[in-house]
Protein backbone atom coordinates (compact mmCIF):
# COMPACT_ATOMS: atom_id res chain seq x y z
CA UNK A 1 0.00 0.00 0.00
CA UNK A 2 1.54 3.53 -0.92
CA UNK A 3 2.00 6.09 1.79
CA UNK A 4 3.25 9.22 0.41
CA UNK A 5 4.80 11.88 2.18
CA UNK A 6 5.26 14.45 -0.15
CA UNK A 7 3.00 16.93 -1.93
CA UNK A 8 3.06 18.68 -4.99
CA UNK A 9 1.11 21.30 -5.60
CA UNK A 10 0.88 23.65 -9.53
CA UNK A 11 -0.16 27.05 -9.97
CA UNK A 12 -0.60 27.80 -13.25
CA UNK A 13 -0.66 31.42 -13.71
CA UNK A 14 2.24 33.45 -15.31
CA UNK A 15 2.55 36.85 -16.64
CA UNK A 16 3.75 35.63 -19.54
CA UNK A 17 5.67 32.36 -21.03
CA UNK A 18 8.88 32.36 -21.42
CA UNK A 19 10.36 30.63 -24.57
CA UNK A 20 11.77 27.94 -23.26
CA UNK A 21 8.66 27.07 -21.32
CA UNK A 22 6.24 23.81 -22.15
CA UNK A 23 5.21 23.62 -18.81
CA UNK A 24 1.17 23.24 -18.22
CA UNK A 25 0.50 27.79 -17.82
CA UNK A 26 -2.19 30.22 -18.04
CA UNK A 27 -0.38 33.50 -18.98
CA UNK A 28 -2.41 36.40 -17.53
CA UNK A 29 -0.93 39.71 -18.70
CA UNK A 30 2.24 41.53 -16.85
CA UNK A 31 -0.80 43.36 -14.88
CA UNK A 32 -2.37 40.31 -12.96
CA UNK A 33 -2.08 39.41 -9.59
CA UNK A 34 -3.99 38.02 -6.59
CA UNK A 35 -5.58 41.45 -5.46
CA UNK A 36 -9.40 41.55 -5.57
CA UNK A 37 -10.54 43.08 -8.62
CA UNK A 38 -6.65 42.98 -10.23
CA UNK A 39 -6.37 41.66 -13.48
CA UNK A 40 -6.71 37.31 -13.77
CA UNK A 41 -7.78 37.22 -9.73
CA UNK A 42 -10.88 35.91 -10.64
CA UNK A 43 -9.33 33.36 -13.00
CA UNK A 44 -7.05 32.63 -10.10
CA UNK A 45 -9.91 32.19 -7.27
CA UNK A 46 -11.64 29.95 -9.64
CA UNK A 47 -8.77 27.65 -10.38
CA UNK A 48 -7.96 28.04 -6.25
CA UNK A 49 -11.24 26.85 -5.48
CA UNK A 50 -10.68 23.30 -7.98
CA UNK A 51 -7.08 23.03 -6.86
CA UNK A 52 -9.11 22.44 -2.66
CA UNK A 53 -11.83 20.51 -3.97
CA UNK A 54 -9.05 17.96 -5.51
CA UNK A 55 -7.32 18.36 -2.24
CA UNK A 56 -10.66 17.43 0.08
CA UNK A 57 -11.40 14.35 -2.54
CA UNK A 58 -7.52 12.58 -2.51
CA UNK A 59 -7.17 9.59 -0.14
CA UNK A 60 -5.56 9.59 3.34
CA UNK A 61 -1.66 9.06 4.58
CA UNK A 62 0.71 9.91 6.82
CA UNK A 63 1.97 13.82 7.55
CA UNK A 64 3.56 15.05 4.88
CA UNK A 65 7.06 16.10 5.27
CA UNK A 66 7.63 18.01 2.18
CA UNK A 67 5.51 20.44 -0.04
CA UNK A 68 6.18 22.05 -3.26
CA UNK A 69 4.01 24.52 -4.55
CA UNK A 70 5.31 24.98 -8.59
CA UNK A 71 4.26 26.82 -11.59
CA UNK A 72 4.15 28.66 -13.51
CA UNK A 73 4.29 31.51 -11.11
CA UNK A 74 3.04 30.86 -7.70
CA UNK A 75 4.27 34.16 -6.09
CA UNK A 76 0.83 35.19 -8.19
CA UNK A 77 -0.91 34.06 -5.25
CA UNK A 78 -1.59 36.30 -2.49
CA UNK A 79 -0.53 35.59 1.00
CA UNK A 80 -3.50 34.54 2.10
CA UNK A 81 -3.79 32.03 -0.81
CA UNK A 82 -1.15 30.32 -0.06
CA UNK A 83 -1.99 30.06 3.68
CA UNK A 84 -5.45 28.35 2.63
CA UNK A 85 -3.59 25.77 0.14
CA UNK A 86 -1.32 25.06 3.25
CA UNK A 87 -4.51 25.15 5.26
CA UNK A 88 -6.04 22.41 2.90
CA UNK A 89 -3.41 19.97 2.77
CA UNK A 90 -3.09 20.14 6.70
CA UNK A 91 -6.43 19.37 7.12
CA UNK A 92 -6.89 16.46 4.58
CA UNK A 93 -3.06 14.80 5.16
CA UNK A 94 -1.37 16.25 8.34
CA UNK A 95 2.01 18.43 8.10
CA UNK A 96 4.48 17.02 10.22
CA UNK A 97 6.86 18.82 12.39
CA UNK A 98 9.66 20.20 10.25
CA UNK A 99 7.93 19.63 7.09
CA UNK A 100 9.63 21.31 4.14
CA UNK A 101 7.55 23.51 1.94
CA UNK A 102 8.79 25.14 -0.73
CA UNK A 103 7.07 27.92 -2.96
CA UNK A 104 8.64 28.85 -6.28
CA UNK A 105 9.00 32.89 -6.57
CA UNK A 106 9.69 35.14 -9.97
CA UNK A 107 12.13 37.65 -8.79
CA UNK A 108 9.42 40.19 -10.84
CA UNK A 109 6.24 39.19 -8.73
CA UNK A 110 6.97 39.60 -4.59
CA UNK A 111 7.84 42.28 -2.73
CA UNK A 112 10.07 42.10 0.82
CA UNK A 113 6.57 42.39 2.54
CA UNK A 114 5.10 39.47 0.88
CA UNK A 115 7.55 37.42 0.97
CA UNK A 116 7.24 37.48 5.16
CA UNK A 117 3.95 36.80 4.36
CA UNK A 118 4.87 33.79 2.98
CA UNK A 119 7.12 32.45 5.45
CA UNK A 120 4.32 33.84 8.31
CA UNK A 121 2.20 31.28 6.11
CA UNK A 122 4.08 28.57 6.59
CA UNK A 123 6.65 28.71 3.69
CA UNK A 124 9.83 27.62 4.76
CA UNK A 125 12.45 27.11 1.74
CA UNK A 126 12.10 29.19 -2.06
CA UNK A 127 13.24 28.28 -5.07
CA UNK A 128 13.97 32.00 -6.99
CA UNK A 129 13.43 31.79 -10.95
CA UNK A 130 16.77 33.82 -11.34
CA UNK A 131 17.96 32.31 -14.12
CA UNK A 132 20.99 34.50 -15.41
CA UNK A 133 22.35 38.08 -14.10
CA UNK A 134 22.09 39.14 -17.54
CA UNK A 135 19.79 41.32 -18.83
CA UNK A 136 20.23 40.35 -22.42
CA UNK A 137 20.53 36.80 -21.91
CA UNK A 138 17.11 37.39 -19.58
CA UNK A 139 14.98 39.22 -22.67
CA UNK A 140 16.48 36.64 -24.97
CA UNK A 141 14.94 34.00 -22.79
CA UNK A 142 11.56 35.80 -22.55
CA UNK A 143 11.75 36.24 -18.31
CA UNK A 144 9.74 39.77 -16.97
CA UNK A 145 12.38 40.15 -14.86
CA UNK A 146 15.88 41.75 -15.23
CA UNK A 147 19.10 41.94 -13.04
CA UNK A 148 17.99 44.51 -10.49
CA UNK A 149 15.23 42.30 -9.65
CA UNK A 150 17.03 39.61 -8.92
CA UNK A 151 19.59 41.25 -6.68
CA UNK A 152 16.38 42.56 -4.27
CA UNK A 153 15.13 39.73 -4.33
CA UNK A 154 17.80 37.94 -3.29
CA UNK A 155 18.75 40.57 -0.70
CA UNK A 156 15.53 39.91 0.62
CA UNK A 157 15.78 36.22 1.19
CA UNK A 158 19.47 36.92 2.16
CA UNK A 159 17.53 38.94 5.46
CA UNK A 160 15.12 36.33 5.97
CA UNK A 161 17.93 33.63 6.30
CA UNK A 162 20.04 35.70 8.71
CA UNK A 163 16.90 36.43 10.82
CA UNK A 164 16.18 32.14 10.60
CA UNK A 165 12.69 33.35 9.28
CA UNK A 166 13.73 31.19 6.23
CA UNK A 167 15.12 27.68 6.68
CA UNK A 168 16.84 27.68 3.05
CA UNK A 169 16.77 29.02 -0.84
CA UNK A 170 17.43 28.06 -3.71
CA UNK A 171 18.51 30.22 -6.90
CA UNK A 172 18.00 28.57 -10.53
CA UNK A 173 20.38 29.12 -13.75
CA UNK A 174 19.92 27.93 -17.32
CA UNK A 175 23.11 27.24 -18.87
CA UNK A 176 23.77 26.65 -23.00
CA UNK A 177 21.94 29.46 -23.90
CA UNK A 178 21.30 30.50 -27.77
CA UNK A 179 23.12 34.17 -28.81
CA UNK A 180 21.09 37.31 -28.06
CA UNK A 181 19.86 39.81 -30.11
CA UNK A 182 22.87 41.40 -31.88
CA UNK A 183 25.03 39.01 -30.88
CA UNK A 184 27.25 37.30 -33.40
CA UNK A 185 27.35 34.06 -30.91
CA UNK A 186 25.87 32.25 -28.15
CA UNK A 187 27.43 33.76 -24.31
CA UNK A 188 31.22 31.63 -24.36
CA UNK A 189 32.82 29.97 -21.80
CA UNK A 190 34.60 33.27 -19.80
CA UNK A 191 30.79 34.40 -19.31
CA UNK A 192 29.77 31.24 -18.30
CA UNK A 193 32.11 31.43 -15.65
CA UNK A 194 30.85 35.03 -14.42
CA UNK A 195 27.74 33.91 -14.04
CA UNK A 196 28.21 31.16 -11.55
CA UNK A 197 31.04 33.43 -9.75
CA UNK A 198 28.29 36.17 -9.76
CA UNK A 199 26.06 32.98 -8.20
CA UNK A 200 28.45 31.73 -5.87
CA UNK A 201 28.75 35.65 -4.71
CA UNK A 202 24.96 35.41 -3.76
CA UNK A 203 25.61 33.14 -0.89
CA UNK A 204 22.71 30.67 -2.17
CA UNK A 205 22.53 27.28 -0.10
CA UNK A 206 21.26 25.76 -2.72
CA UNK A 207 21.25 26.07 -6.73
CA UNK A 208 19.61 24.13 -9.96
CA UNK A 209 21.75 24.93 -12.83
CA UNK A 210 19.75 23.60 -16.04
CA UNK A 211 20.82 22.95 -19.35
CA UNK A 212 18.08 24.67 -22.08
CA UNK A 213 16.71 21.87 -23.82
CA UNK A 214 14.38 22.85 -26.84
CA UNK A 215 10.79 21.27 -26.21
CA UNK A 216 8.20 21.26 -29.34
CA UNK A 217 5.45 24.15 -29.52
CA UNK A 218 7.60 26.44 -27.18
CA UNK A 219 8.92 30.29 -29.09
CA UNK A 220 12.26 28.40 -29.10
CA UNK A 221 11.37 25.15 -30.52
CA UNK A 222 9.57 27.27 -33.85
CA UNK A 223 12.47 29.24 -33.69
CA UNK A 224 15.14 26.44 -33.93
CA UNK A 225 12.91 25.01 -36.87
CA UNK A 226 13.31 27.88 -38.66
CA UNK A 227 16.79 28.07 -38.35
CA UNK A 228 16.66 31.18 -35.74
CA UNK A 229 18.30 30.22 -33.34
CA UNK A 230 21.69 30.03 -32.71
CA UNK A 231 22.62 27.87 -29.82
CA UNK A 232 25.84 26.35 -28.46
CA UNK A 233 27.96 23.56 -30.05
CA UNK A 234 28.33 20.76 -28.53
CA UNK A 235 31.65 21.29 -26.97
CA UNK A 236 31.15 24.57 -25.55
CA UNK A 237 27.67 22.89 -23.70
CA UNK A 238 30.13 20.10 -22.67
CA UNK A 239 33.04 22.55 -21.36
CA UNK A 240 29.72 24.72 -19.89
CA UNK A 241 28.80 21.71 -17.73
CA UNK A 242 32.59 20.82 -16.87
CA UNK A 243 32.95 24.04 -15.37
CA UNK A 244 29.82 24.26 -13.47
CA UNK A 245 31.28 21.26 -11.52
CA UNK A 246 34.51 21.98 -10.70
CA UNK A 247 33.22 26.07 -9.67
CA UNK A 248 30.38 25.29 -7.45
CA UNK A 249 32.76 22.39 -5.97
CA UNK A 250 35.39 24.31 -5.29
CA UNK A 251 33.24 26.58 -3.34
CA UNK A 252 31.62 23.66 -1.43
CA UNK A 253 28.16 22.37 -3.22
CA UNK A 254 27.82 19.15 -3.14
CA UNK A 255 25.97 17.65 -6.48
CA UNK A 256 23.87 15.38 -5.60
CA UNK A 257 21.50 15.15 -8.66
CA UNK A 258 22.45 15.75 -12.15
CA UNK A 259 21.17 19.73 -12.05
CA UNK A 260 21.16 20.23 -8.29
CA UNK A 261 24.39 21.48 -6.39
CA UNK A 262 24.10 22.40 -2.41
CA UNK A 263 26.36 23.58 0.84
CA UNK A 264 25.56 20.59 3.58
CA UNK A 265 22.52 20.44 5.11
CA UNK A 266 20.61 22.51 2.19
CA UNK A 267 19.78 19.48 -0.62
CA UNK A 268 16.67 20.02 -1.57
CA UNK A 269 14.40 17.00 0.36
CA UNK A 270 11.43 16.80 -1.70
CA UNK A 271 13.53 17.17 -5.22
CA UNK A 272 15.14 13.88 -3.89
CA UNK A 273 11.46 12.21 -3.39
CA UNK A 274 11.59 12.35 -7.11
CA UNK A 275 14.32 10.60 -7.97
CA UNK A 276 14.87 8.00 -5.12
CA UNK A 277 11.57 6.38 -6.87
CA UNK A 278 9.31 7.29 -3.64
CA UNK A 279 5.53 7.89 -4.36
CA UNK A 280 4.26 11.41 -4.09
CA UNK A 281 1.25 13.05 -4.15
CA UNK A 282 -0.15 16.11 -7.18
CA UNK A 283 -2.51 18.03 -7.35
CA UNK A 284 -3.84 20.83 -10.01
CA UNK A 285 -3.69 21.29 -12.87
CA UNK A 286 -1.01 19.06 -15.35
CA UNK A 287 0.59 18.19 -12.50
CA UNK A 288 1.52 14.32 -12.45
CA UNK A 289 1.46 12.33 -9.24
CA UNK A 290 3.03 9.02 -8.27
CA UNK A 291 0.90 6.49 -6.33
CA UNK A 292 1.91 2.78 -5.69
CA UNK A 293 4.64 2.80 -8.40
CA UNK A 294 2.27 4.76 -11.24
CA UNK A 295 2.33 7.61 -12.51
CA UNK A 296 -1.40 9.70 -12.79
CA UNK A 297 -1.35 13.06 -15.12
CA UNK A 298 -3.90 15.48 -14.56
CA UNK A 299 -5.04 17.41 -17.56
CA UNK A 300 -3.30 20.80 -19.23
CA UNK A 301 -6.24 22.82 -20.03
CA UNK A 302 -8.62 24.51 -17.21
CA UNK A 303 -11.88 23.26 -18.81
CA UNK A 304 -10.62 19.79 -18.63
CA UNK A 305 -9.06 20.15 -15.44
CA UNK A 306 -12.47 21.22 -14.21
CA UNK A 307 -14.23 17.93 -15.46
CA UNK A 308 -11.40 15.78 -13.92
CA UNK A 309 -11.81 17.20 -10.66
CA UNK A 310 -15.79 16.99 -10.66
CA UNK A 311 -15.61 13.10 -12.00
CA UNK A 312 -12.73 12.91 -9.16
CA UNK A 313 -15.29 13.73 -6.57
CA UNK A 314 -17.85 11.53 -8.15
CA UNK A 315 -16.26 8.50 -8.41
CA UNK A 316 -12.83 8.98 -6.71
CA UNK A 317 -10.81 5.40 -8.24
CA UNK A 318 -12.36 6.32 -11.94
CA UNK A 319 -10.77 9.49 -12.97
CA UNK A 320 -8.22 8.27 -15.59
CA UNK A 321 -5.66 4.81 -16.19
CA UNK A 322 -2.62 5.45 -14.30
CA UNK A 323 0.91 4.11 -16.18
CA UNK A 324 3.62 2.21 -13.90
CA UNK A 325 6.52 3.67 -14.99
CA UNK A 326 8.79 1.67 -17.84
CA UNK A 327 12.82 0.86 -16.85
CA UNK A 328 14.06 3.48 -18.66
CA UNK A 329 12.92 6.04 -17.04
CA UNK A 330 13.45 4.13 -13.21
CA UNK A 331 17.17 4.17 -14.97
CA UNK A 332 16.84 7.55 -15.95
CA UNK A 333 15.63 8.89 -12.72
CA UNK A 334 17.85 6.73 -10.65
CA UNK A 335 20.76 7.77 -12.65
CA UNK A 336 20.65 11.28 -12.13
CA UNK A 337 20.98 11.03 -8.29
CA UNK A 338 24.97 10.79 -7.21
CA UNK A 339 24.60 7.59 -5.47
CA UNK A 340 22.95 6.00 -8.67
CA UNK A 341 20.81 3.02 -8.77
CA UNK A 342 20.84 -0.77 -7.49
CA UNK A 343 20.26 -2.25 -10.60
CA UNK A 344 20.10 -5.65 -9.61
CA UNK A 345 16.72 -4.62 -7.83
CA UNK A 346 15.63 -2.64 -10.96
CA UNK A 347 15.99 -5.30 -13.15
CA UNK A 348 14.03 -8.06 -10.79
CA UNK A 349 11.07 -4.88 -10.80
CA UNK A 350 10.97 -5.55 -14.35
CA UNK A 351 10.68 -9.14 -14.21
CA UNK A 352 14.48 -9.95 -15.90
CA UNK A 353 16.01 -11.03 -12.86
CA UNK A 354 18.96 -9.94 -10.88
CA UNK A 355 21.87 -12.88 -10.71
CA UNK A 356 25.22 -12.01 -11.35
CA UNK A 357 25.67 -13.71 -14.22
CA UNK A 358 23.27 -10.75 -15.74
CA UNK A 359 25.02 -8.04 -14.29
CA UNK A 360 28.65 -9.25 -15.20
CA UNK A 361 26.82 -9.25 -18.87
CA UNK A 362 25.71 -6.08 -18.84
CA UNK A 363 28.63 -4.63 -17.34
CA UNK A 364 31.12 -6.10 -20.29
CA UNK A 365 28.40 -4.87 -22.75
CA UNK A 366 29.20 -1.92 -21.04
CA UNK A 367 33.00 -1.77 -21.57
CA UNK A 368 33.42 1.31 -23.33
CA UNK A 369 30.85 3.41 -20.83
CA UNK A 370 33.49 2.37 -17.88
CA UNK A 371 36.70 2.66 -19.48
CA UNK A 372 35.87 6.11 -20.60
CA UNK A 373 35.21 6.93 -16.57
CA UNK A 374 31.37 7.99 -17.76
CA UNK A 375 29.64 4.69 -15.62
CA UNK A 376 30.86 3.35 -12.29
CA UNK A 377 30.17 -0.41 -11.33
CA UNK A 378 30.34 -1.20 -7.37
CA UNK A 379 28.58 -4.26 -7.04
CA UNK A 380 24.99 -4.10 -7.67
CA UNK A 381 25.17 -0.20 -7.19
CA UNK A 382 26.08 1.71 -10.71
CA UNK A 383 26.20 5.07 -10.91
CA UNK A 384 27.64 7.85 -13.38
CA UNK A 385 30.81 9.79 -12.81
CA UNK A 386 30.77 13.46 -11.86
CA UNK A 387 30.99 15.27 -14.13
CA UNK A 388 31.77 13.78 -16.77
CA UNK A 389 29.17 10.74 -16.74
CA UNK A 390 26.50 13.42 -15.05
CA UNK A 391 26.70 15.23 -17.86
CA UNK A 392 25.99 12.40 -20.36
CA UNK A 393 23.37 10.98 -18.39
CA UNK A 394 20.85 10.38 -21.51
CA UNK A 395 24.23 9.18 -23.62
CA UNK A 396 25.17 6.59 -21.06
CA UNK A 397 21.10 6.07 -20.32
CA UNK A 398 20.78 5.07 -24.08
CA UNK A 399 23.79 2.39 -24.06
CA UNK A 400 22.60 0.88 -21.33
CA UNK A 401 19.21 0.15 -22.71
CA UNK A 402 20.96 -0.91 -25.65
CA UNK A 403 23.22 -3.37 -23.44
CA UNK A 404 19.66 -4.94 -22.14
CA UNK A 405 17.83 -5.38 -25.49
CA UNK A 406 19.29 -8.95 -25.96
CA UNK A 407 17.90 -9.54 -22.52
CA UNK A 408 14.19 -9.32 -22.47
CA UNK A 409 13.79 -5.20 -21.86
CA UNK A 410 11.54 -3.38 -24.21
CA UNK A 411 13.35 -0.06 -23.40
CA UNK A 412 11.01 3.01 -24.65
CA UNK A 413 12.48 6.82 -25.70
CA UNK A 414 14.03 8.25 -22.42
CA UNK A 415 12.10 10.77 -20.31
CA UNK A 416 12.55 14.36 -19.98
CA UNK A 417 14.98 15.02 -17.36
CA UNK A 418 13.10 18.03 -16.02
CA UNK A 419 12.59 18.45 -12.10
CA UNK A 420 8.69 19.55 -11.95
CA UNK A 421 5.95 16.68 -12.02
Keep these: MFAP ?63 YLGGGTPSLLSEDQVANLLGQLHRRHGLAPGCEVTL ?22 VSLGGQSFDDSVLAGLGRRHRRHDLMQAISWLRAAMEQRELRSWSLDLIQAVPAVAGASAPPDLAAWQVQLQQAIATGAPHLSVYE ?31 LTSACL ?8 EVSNYALPGHASRHN ?9 WAF ?56 GVLL ?25 ERDAGLLLLEGNRWRLSDPAGLGLSNAVLRSLLRALGPVGSEPTAAGPQGPVP
Design 344 to 368: GSLLAQAGLGQGASLLDALGRQLQH
Design 284 to 339: GLGATSCLGGQRLARPRTREAYAAWVQQLEARPHATSTPSRLPLDERLLVGLRRRE
Design 212 to 242: LTLEPGTVFGRRAQRGQLQLPDDDLAADQLE
Design 104 to 125: ELDPASFDETRLRGYLSAGVNR
Design 249 to 256: GAAGYGRY
Design 272 to 280: RVYWSGADW
Design 5 to 67: RSAYLHIPFCHRRCFYCDFAVVPLGDRASAAAGAPGSATIAAYLELLQREIAASGGGPPLSTV
